[in-house]
Every structure is written in C-alpha cells, then in structure tokens.
C-alpha cells in the first residue's frame, strides 16, 4: 500500500554525543580522515552498510548503541577532541585572514566576500548534485577555499533526483535510473526566519505564475553551499519540477532552471546575508553561462534600490562579476530561443529599469556567423562580466579564438579571456595510504599539510623507492579488489547467475600494469579510441610478459545515443572471454569510484580530440597519487607536461578525415604503451624494482605536486580576478554610484562618437634605407578624434616580427604621446621605437578607448586602425 505522504524522522542524540551531529552536517569530514574514522568507530558495519555516510549511520545505529556511547568516556574524549579541532578550523586565522584588513587601504583588494554560481556542485558521493566535471571542480573550489579561509558562498539547485544512476542492460547499453532524494536525509539544514519557518524566495514566470523556493544549506568546511529546491506546496505540479534533475527536460525547462539559479540564486544569497549576518558579496563569480541571469537580477536590484538606468547599471554590474567559460566547443553551450527569452522576460514579467529589448541584447549572437534568432548564455556571461577565463592556457586561447567575433577588428591573442589553469583538491582525493607514507617518512607534518603549494614538495623524492613500490602494489590491490566487487554487482544487474561469475574473482592483477580511463562520454573524449585495432589491444591485454590492464568507467548523457553506442561497443568487447580478466567496464562511475581509481592506476589515459579538452582534472588527480598521464597534449597536460612525468600521445593535427586521424593517434597509442610504457613499467632491476619508472613517478609528485593543487588556483582566483574585481566594484560604487553612472555616460559618448575616428596620415624616419639593430625608428601619427578627447583614447604603436604574410607576430605594443592639434582639427602624435632584433620587422598602429575604469583597452570592442588610404611617408612601410 502506498504512502500519502513520506518524511524521514530524523535521530535525537543524548545530550554527550550532539557534536556527533554538527560533525556530520559539515562537510569537511569528506576531507578528514580522522573524522572519518571517529564515525566508522561509532557502528563499524553501520558505517560501511550506509556507504560512510555520518547523516544516514547516525539514522541508522539503534538508540542503545548511541546511548551505549553516550557513556564511553574513551569514545566522549575521542569526539571531544574532534568537535574542538573543527572548532579551530572554522574560527582559526587562514592565509586569506593574513591579508590586510579592510580600511588600511587593503592593497590587494581582497572581497569582503564572493558568491559561486554553478549549476552543479560534487563535494562528496552523499550528496549527489553533480553530473562530471564542472560539478566536481566547483566542489573542489569551495572546499580549497574553506582550506584558505577565503569567504565564499556557495550557490546552486538542489534536485531532487540529482543525476542518474548508471548500470547495464544485458546487450551492454546504458540504462538510467533517478533515485528520490529526501533533503532530511542529507547533510543540509534549511535557513530559516528567526521564528523559525523556512526561509523562500520567489521568481515571476510568464501568465502572472511565480516559482517559489526554500533554501537549503549544507556546511563545507567554513563554507557556506546555498541551494534551490522548488519542491514544495507553493508551487504548481509544474513548477515544482523545475529542480527535479540535473540536465534533464525541454528547453524551457532548463530556462527556468537556469532562472532560479541566477535571479533566484542571488536573492537567496540577500536572504542568507540579511538573516545571518554574513557580508554581502562584493564580487560575483559565474563558473559556466548557466548561472548568467544573476547579471540581469543585479541591475534589476541597482535600477530599484539605488535608481540606476540600466546603462550606469550594467557597468555597476559588470564590475563585479568573473566569468569562467569551461566549454571548448559551442555544442557544449547553452543557447535558447530569443522568443522563449522574451516571454520571460518581457511582457507580464518584465522587471522595472530591466527592457526587454537590452535583456536580448546581451545574449545576441551578433557577429558573423551567428545566429540571429537565438540567445546564447556563454555570450551573455561574457557581456555581463568585465573579467572572463578559461581553464587552462590552451582553453583560454581557444575561448579566444571561439569567441572573437565579439570583439571584431581585435587578434584573438588580445581577446579579453585570460586562463586560470584548475587544480584539484588533494586531500579529498590523495588516497591516506599515499598521506601515511608521507608521514611516515618526511614527518607528520608533511603528511597533514600534503595539500598546500609551500610544502617543500621536493622532499618526496627522498622517500626509498622500495617504499614507493610497495605502496603503489597496495593501492593497485585495493582497486583490485574494489573493481571485482563492483564487477560482480554489475554482471548480476546484466542478468547473470552466481554459478556463472566465479571468473569475477580472478578479474584483473595487483601486479599487472593497470591503466585507468574515467570521464564523461561526450564523442570528443573518444571513449573507444583504445579499440580502433582490437587485435592489436587483444595483444598488449594478453603480452606473455609484459601485459597491461584497463579499468574504464564513464556515463554518456541520457540524450546522447552515440555516447550510449560507445559504452555498449566498449563492454562488449570487455565482455569478451579471452580478455574480460584483463578489461572491465565499471557502471556508475562518481566521487567514490573515483576516490578508489586515480590512487589504483599505474597510467592514467587521456585522448580527446584537442583541443576539445578544456582541461581535465582527472589526470591531476591522479598524479598526486603517483599515477602517470598518458595523454593528448591537451588542456593542463598540454601545460606541464615536460617530458619525464609521463607520456605525450602526438596528434594528427589537420588531418581532416576524422577516422584517419583517430586511426593515427591510436596507432601511435598502442606504440607508446608498447614500447615505452610496458617496458618500463617491466624493466625491473637485481632488486626488482622498476628504477627508472619510480624515478618517474617521484618527478611526477616533486614536479605537480605544487601546481595541481586547487590552493593554487584559488590564489590565482583571489590574486587575478576576485580582489582586482572587488577594486573596480569600490569604484563604481563610490560616492553614490558616481563611477558607474560616469563610465556609462563615457561609454555611450565614445560609442557615438566613434565613427568619426580614423588614422589619417602615419610618418616614420630616423632609420635610413638600410636599417640596423640599434636603430631607433621615429613615429609620427596623425589622428582624427571626432568630439573625443586625447584622454578618452590611446594611441599605440603594434611592431614586431611579421611572416610571410606581413602578419605581425607576438607583436608588442608602445603608446604615441599627444603633441598639439593642427589646424584640421587632427591630433598629432609621435614616439619611437628602438630596433632590438634582426629579420623581418613591421609595425602598425591603432586608436583604443582609453578609461580608468576599463578592465582592458579592448573591453568596448572598438578600434581604429589604418585602412590603406591614409598616408606612409619616410622610409618603413606601414605593415
């Protein structure tokens, strides 16, 4: 018989054992082994049974047993000593309290505080809001940011199926499951009034209908996670489902996802400030276009509360606000229709000082090639922040590339998307076995602090090699034994009998070169390249000698049936007799697969299609467990790899014909584990040891270590983006907002103003005909401004080596003084260059806008440069 209605009771621990719960509901036991441990202590087969998760063990331990514990003096000091250590990491000073304070001129401009958009966020398996990963790498942000003290709030969508549940059909496809999830059965509490209902907020939709949602929060670490559930009464059937499951629905229904997490997400984040007394955020950060539309909230709120037109509130607005661009293709961003955008934002709900027609406007694809009648969110992102990144070096110069129309006339190199490369947070994912040898070795500090860049991380390579062998055979074990468990359950859910699975116990070697393959099944990843010649991996699985094995995990989207075929082609080939001992498909891959198989590897493979791979954390992940990369030289690899912390599988690059490129690269995979990954891997010296692949993997940890890590990249974040974000946001906002509404009143005098600026006429002298290195070049420009001012403008000078095509490469760039005004009403300008190389030389020049409160020259995406008809006198050609 069905229920009318289902809630969770949740347990009342005696009086001794409450810090138990505030344990379990902060987060940072997903990162600290020692509290881990205090819970396994509380119900060892309880904590294993609930998947070692302390919300559903301290549900599930009957009420003798707590009370049973609530009199072990020995357990009591245990969780004394716990709750006082969590106590000293949430009130402690951290790197970012040793900045200077607010109002002793904070030079670094460090925030007050940030908030964090994104759609998903994976901070631990019990509490499934993340599909990949962006998910995962939000989740590593907020915890690194917690490690650091940087304040940061957290905001995203509580849905309530998360993402799916993989597993296999008999015939190897993908089947998906979506499994309830009670929010009183996870890590969160829900932010609440001070008469205690439950805090809401409330979004206009189209037809006067509203979209109501309560807050639920969850603690990592010192951060606080703020995230949207629609689920409830206020709401219609329809409504109600908007935060069902992440991904997932029509178009519309990820508008409105996608409204609830930008407007909605920022008047919960007022919500959370005003009822707990957290700082406002002075800087807003977008991790992808998904959470875009907060921009449109922020001037909604700077039109009503402080009486800005949208122009001086956009510039408010756009000071403020990063924006990370995490796609390298267009596929992967979302785009609506301009109709669909109208709707919601015009007619019946259209907010007050927020016209519909400007709203359009920023997501217009208005450049070539560009669609006219859709609205693309990463566009938007892009318009509405004034500093953007991508992921990593290369990523931020495809972004630049793949997003250049917006500023036309401009290189891409000078496209205003810098790159903040990811890192990982180690020690959610350095497995305690690696912690402990550290420990053991170097010092217990050295083991407790293996997450930090300043770590003296070159001290690893005093560890004996013997050690490191013998751990990495343990860790190898232990994925082992979790890959045939898991290999078990799976072939069972396929359908299979016990008597026929007895092969499952011998599946795989804890002493056979293991190579790890685990990501999300986007086409681009090529999930099969490994397969392109089966006989030829049939081979390498099965070498006398020398073999190799493969543990490979990954869920293609529910939508994607190619992804769908390249799963299924990939199992039935591991299904395979002859090789099923020595490749396995693992269904369901998340956070605790993960935790088991980056530390289990000997090689970790990555062969996407670059350079579609905007960076790829997994690799890092697991080079901090001394796992190799084998990879496409692509995203971070593309970076540091340097020729001793692994391989470099070379690319086919401009071979069009797709298949003979993936047959090249494969071909040249096969050849690499061949003959240098296997035989290293098994070329063992008189002690039986692999020196010259220990030593590797030593350089991999002294070499990464520092660089991996997600510490470094929220520095990066703070130093680069946050606190020179918080400085311009101070200076818009000061004396009343003066700054915004002065640089939009700026902004549209230049904009108008701008046709009649041109480079008239360009003199250059002082180097004769045959010019020398230590030559100084003589500039002489002349510029019409129009109604614009010497100061509105800079003048430059482009010079530098040019190629075959007189295109300017790595060219520099020197402002021209202005001199007087001559009696055409042009601007006279002069500099000079001195001549510090030899071969092939040009220069040009250019007029920009030129503010103290722009970001970049290049932010309004105007330029003037020579056209051809204007005059070159005196000795070089204008280039």
Request: glycine fraction near 10%.
């Amino acid at each position: 018989m069905r229920a009318i209605r289902r809630f969770t009771v949740r347990t009342v621990l005696p009086t001794p054992l409450e810090p138990l719960g505030r344990l379990a509901m902060n987060l940072r036991w997903s990162w600290h082994p020692e509290t881990r441990d205090l819970f396994e202590s509380v119900d060892p087969e309880t904590w294993a049974a609930v998947g070692r998760d302390p919300v559903r063990l301290l549900g599930a331990v009957p009420t003798g047993k707590l009370a049973a514990l609530a009199e072990d003096r020995r357990f009591l000091a245990r969780l004394q000593v716990a709750a006082e250590d969590l106590d000293d990491y949430l009130t402690g000073a951290r790197w970012y309290q040793t900045l200077p304070e607010p109002g002793a001129g904070r030079p670094d401009g460090a925030p007050t505080a940030i908030a964090y958009f994104s759609p998903e966020f994976g901070i631990t398996a019990a509490l499934p809001q993340y599909s990949g990963g962006l998910g995962i790498l939000a989740g590593d942000h907020l915890k690194a940011a917690s490690d650091l003290g940087v304040p940061i709030i957290g905001v995203g969508l509580l849905y309530k199926h998360g993402y799916f549940r993989q597993s296999l059909s008999r015939d190897a496809w993908q089947q998906e499951r979506y499994p309830l999830l009670d929010p009183n059965e996870l890590p969160l509490t829900l932010v609440r009034h001070p008469d205690g209902s439950a805090a809401r907020i409330v979004i206009g939709l189209p037809g006067n209908r509203e979209l109501h949602a309560r807050i639920w929060k969850a603690q990592v670490g010192r951060v606080p996670l703020l995230l949207l559930d629609s689920d409830i009464e206020e709401n219609e059937p329809f409504e109600r489902e908007v935060t069902d499951r992440l991904y997932g629905g029509t178009s519309e229904h990820r508008l409105h996802q996608e409204m609830l997490l930008g407007v909605g997400g920022v008047r919960a984040v007022r919500e959370f400030c005003a009822l707990t007394g957290h700082p406002q955020p002075e800087v807003f950060h977008t991790n992808e276009g998904h959470a875009g539309f907060l921009g449109v909230e922020r001037i909604r709120e700077f039109h009503e509360t402080r009486g800005l037109d949208f122009d001086a509130a956009l510039e408010a607005v756009r000071a403020g606000t990063v924006f990370t661009t995490h796609t390298p293709v267009p596929a992967g961003i979302d785009r609506f229709d301009r109709e669909l955008i109208a709707r919601h934002f015009g007619g019946d709900n259209a907010a007050p000082g927020v016209p519909v027609d400007r709203v359009l406007a920023l997501g217009a694809e208005s450049f070539p090639g560009g669609e006219p009648g859709v609205f693309n969110m990463a566009v938007m992102g892009l318009r509405l922040a004034q500093r953007a990144n991508g992921v990593s070096e290369l990523h931020g110069h495809v972004s630049q590339g793949m997003f250049a129309g917006l500023w036309p006339g401009f290189d891409p190199a000078e496209v205003p998307i810098g790159s903040i490369t990811n890192g990982v947070h180690a020690p959610t994912w350095v497995d305690r076995d690696v912690l402990e040898l550290a420990g053991r070795e170097l010092g217990p500090d050295f083991g407790a602090g293996f997450g930090e860049e300043g770590h003296g991380w070159a001290a690893l390579d005093r560890i004996p090699a013997q050690a490191v062998w013998e751990l990495r055979r343990t860790l190898r074990a232990k994925l082992v034994a979790e890959a045939r468990v898991r290999l078990r359950e799976s072939w069972k859910q396929r359908g299979a009998g016990d008597a026929e699975l007895g092969w499952t116990e011998h599946a795989l070697d804890p002493d056979v070169l293991t190579i790890g393959f685990a990501r999300r099944v986007p086409s681009y990843k090529r999930l099969t390249l490994m397969l392109r010649d089966k006989d030829r991996l049939r081979a390498l699985l099965l070498h006398p000698t020398r073999p190799i094995q493969i543990v490979v995990a990954g869920k293609a989207h529910p939508a994607d049936e190619g992804g769908k075929r390249l799963v299924q082609e990939l199992v039935k080939f591991s299904d395979g007799e002859d090789v099923r001992h020595r490749i396995v498909f693992l269904p369901d891959y998340d956070i605790a697969m993960a935790q088991h198989l980056y530390p289990g590897c000997d090689v970790w493979l990555n062969n996407p299609l670059r350079p579609l791979e905007a960076c790829g954390t997994s690799g890092m992940k697991a080079a901090l467990n001394g796992c190799l990369n084998l990879s496409i030289l692509d995203g971070w690899w593309d970076e540091w790899y340097d020729g001793s912390n692994g391989w470099a599988i070379p690319t086919a690059d401009g071979i069009e014909d797709p298949d003979r490129r993936d047959d090249l690269e494969a071909n040249a995979l096969y050849d690499l584990v061949e003959h240098s990954v296997a035989a290293r891997f098994y070329d063992r010296g008189a002690d039986q040891l692999p020196s010259r692949w220990l030593e590797m993997v030593k350089h991999t940890l002294v070499s990464l270590g520092p660089k991996v890590l997600a510490s470094r990249m929220v520095k990066d974040y703070v130093n680069s983006l946050y606190a020179p974000a918080a400085i311009a946001a101070r200076s818009m906002a000061a004396e009343e907002l003066a700054g915004a509404r002065a640089l939009a009143d700026w902004k549209a005098e230049v904009r108008a103003s701008w046709p009649q600026v041109r480079v008239d006429h360009v003199e250059s002298g002082g180097i004769g005909d045959a010019p020398e290195v230590g030559n100084t070049l003589d500039l002489r420009v002349f510029v019409s401004l129009g109604d614009l001012k010497p100061t509105d403008v800079e003048v430059q000078v482009v010079h530098g080596r040019v190629d075959g095509g007189d295109a300017i490469v790595d060219g520099e760039v020197a402002p021209l003084k202005p001199v007087r005004r001559d009696e055409h009403g042009r601007w006279f300008y002069e500099g000079s260059l001195a001549l510090d190389r030899t071969g092939p030389f040009g220069y040009t020049v250019r007029v920009m806008p030129a503010h103290n409160l722009l970001a970049t020259p290049a932010e309004l995406g105007l330029i003037a440069v020579p056209t051809g008809d204007e005059g070159v006198a005196d000795g070089l050609p204008l280039r």
